[in-house]
């Protein structure tokens, strides 16, 4: 992706006010937000950097907020802690985006190494068992636990049908592109994910779904490179229907966690209205999580990259217009008074946000 690192001084409030040219008249939101700690003073941000949906310099690239300088970062818009102290991510629907993406995101992404070295870099993010490279990883699996609650998603969309249509991506095992390695035969390396945690709900429903989704490791243009999605709570990804109480309300609390233990993904999904859901699914092989073969996935699955954790807001609902079932057409100016007031944003809360090495599975 084609980024730059914002350089943050100590003086947030001057630099979220410069944030603000262009975008529009700073709400009471907005103004009680600068008043507010940043959240690396409540949360531990010391491994994460975070892509926010802002050029501060206008030079055309999205910017990035170091692990050094998101210690004292905050956007009154986009990334702060609201009056109980809970970390906000919002990403408009329209506004700039990383170069090998059509969606917003206010998101942050785990940096193991620091930021002295590439994000892509080995020390950076975590590997399988099986990797021939493991040893040279920062670690072999991880562990990321949230606690949230999806405040917000868009209200419109001109292909209300296509399945990432009023949806957010709340978490994210993300694949390290890596073109070297692929070469060498170690492994596909297309910098898919393994893991898309999804909260959706149609704008005439009362609640919403939460499915997470697993992409086959196939490179961009190998037509059966979609998302096998897995329901939790409410419809699967491509049901339209009504979830009714099943399914979870904006502003309902819900919990994750994700656990890489060698080779194998473990997923606990709860909250208090349903109690638990678990997953399992093998990273190193092409077995989906019902435990049958996709013989259309890679059959080494994710084994020669490596991955790292993404948690906040990755909004789904794309502007752009194409065929593809990945763009809805959601409506934006681009001028986040306007797209605020128009419902055409999502927003997302998290209570709690950890990190950890991987722990060993209880059975």
């Given at each position: 992706?084609?980024?730059?690192?914002?350089?943050?001084?100590?003086?947030?409030?001057?630099?979220?006010?410069?944030?603000?040219?262009?975008?529009?008249?700073?709400?009471?939101?907005?103004?009680?937000?600068?008043?507010?700690?940043?959240?690396?003073?409540?949360?531990?941000?010391?491994?994460?950097?975070?892509?926010?949906?802002?050029?501060?310099?206008?030079?055309?690239?999205?910017?990035?907020?170091?692990?050094?300088?998101i210690q004292t970062y905050q956007h009154p818009d986009f990334f702060y802690l609201d009056a109980e102290g809970n970390m906000v991510f919002v990403a408009p629907n329209k506004a700039i985006t990383s170069v090998n993406s059509t969606n917003t995101r206010s998101e942050l992404h785990h940096m193991l190494g620091?930021?002295?070295?590439?994000?892509?870099?080995?020390?950076?993010?975590?590997?399988?068992?099986?990797?021939?490279?493991?040893?040279?990883?920062?670690?072999?699996?991880?562990?990321?636990?949230?606690?949230?609650?999806?405040?917000?998603?868009?209200?419109?969309?001109?292909?209300?049908?296509?399945?990432?249509?009023?949806?957010?991506?709340?978490?994210?095992?993300?694949?390290?592109?890596?073109?070297?390695?692929?070469?060498?035969?170690?492994?596909?390396?297309?910098?898919?994910?393994?893991?898309?945690?999804?909260?959706?709900?149609?704008?005439?429903?009362?609640?919403?779904?939460?499915?997470?989704?697993?992409?086959?490791?196939?490179?961009?243009?190998?037509?059966?490179?979609?998302?096998?999605?897995?329901?939790?709570?409410g419809k699967p990804w491509l049901d339209m229907n009504n979830p009714g109480e099943q399914g979870i309300a904006l502003n309902e609390a819900f919990s994750y966690e994700v656990n890489v233990y060698e080779n194998t993904m473990y997923l606990t999904f709860t909250t208090a209205r349903h109690g638990t859901v678990?997953?399992?699914?093998?990273?190193?092989?092409?077995?989906?999580?019902?435990?049958?073969?996709?013989?259309?996935?890679?059959?080494?699955?994710?084994?020669?990259?490596?991955?790292?954790?993404?948690?906040?807001?990755?909004?789904?609902?794309?502007?752009?217009?194409?065929?593809?079932?990945?763009?809805?057409?959601?409506?934006?100016?681009?001028?986040?008074?306007?797209?605020?007031?128009?419902?055409?944003?999502?927003?997302?809360?998290?209570?709690?946000?950890?990190?950890?090495?991987?722990?060993?599975?209880?059975?």
């Open positions: 992706m084609n980024l730059k690192k914002i350089l943050v001084p100590c003086n947030i409030i001057v630099l979220s006010a410069i944030a603000l040219q262009g975008c529009g008249t700073m709400d009471d939101v907005s103004k009680q937000a600068l008043t507010l700690p940043a959240p690396a003073e409540k949360f531990d941000l010391s491994q994460w950097k975070i892509n926010t949906p802002t050029d501060t310099d206008n030079d055309g690239i999205v910017d990035e907020i170091g692990v050094k300088a620091g930021e002295k070295v590439k994000s892509r870099a080995f020390s950076n993010n975590f590997a399988l068992k099986s990797n021939r490279r493991a040893n040279e990883f920062s670690q072999v699996g991880g562990n990321l636990q949230a606690t949230l609650k999806v405040n917000h998603v868009s209200k419109r969309a001109k292909y209300s049908e296509k399945p990432t249509a009023f949806s957010v991506v709340v978490g994210q095992v993300h694949a390290v592109q890596d073109k070297t390695r692929r070469e060498e035969g170690e492994g596909y390396g297309w910098g898919n994910e393994p893991l898309k945690i999804y909260y959706k709900k149609f704008p005439n429903h009362e609640y919403g779904s939460v499915f997470w989704n697993y992409e086959r490791n196939l490179e961009k243009n190998n037509p059966d490179r979609i998302d096998i999605s897995y329901p939790v709570w678990n997953y399992e699914i093998n990273l190193t092989n092409n077995i989906d999580a019902y435990g049958k073969v996709d013989e259309l996935d890679y059959p080494k699955g994710y084994t020669g990259e490596g991955n790292h954790f993404k948690a906040g807001a990755y909004n789904q609902c794309s502007t752009k217009d194409d065929p593809s079932f990945r763009y809805p057409a959601c409506p934006g100016t681009g001028d986040w008074a306007t797209d605020k007031a128009n419902g055409d944003y999502t927003q997302v809360t998290f209570m709690r946000l950890v990190t950890a090495i991987a722990k060993t599975p209880e059975n």
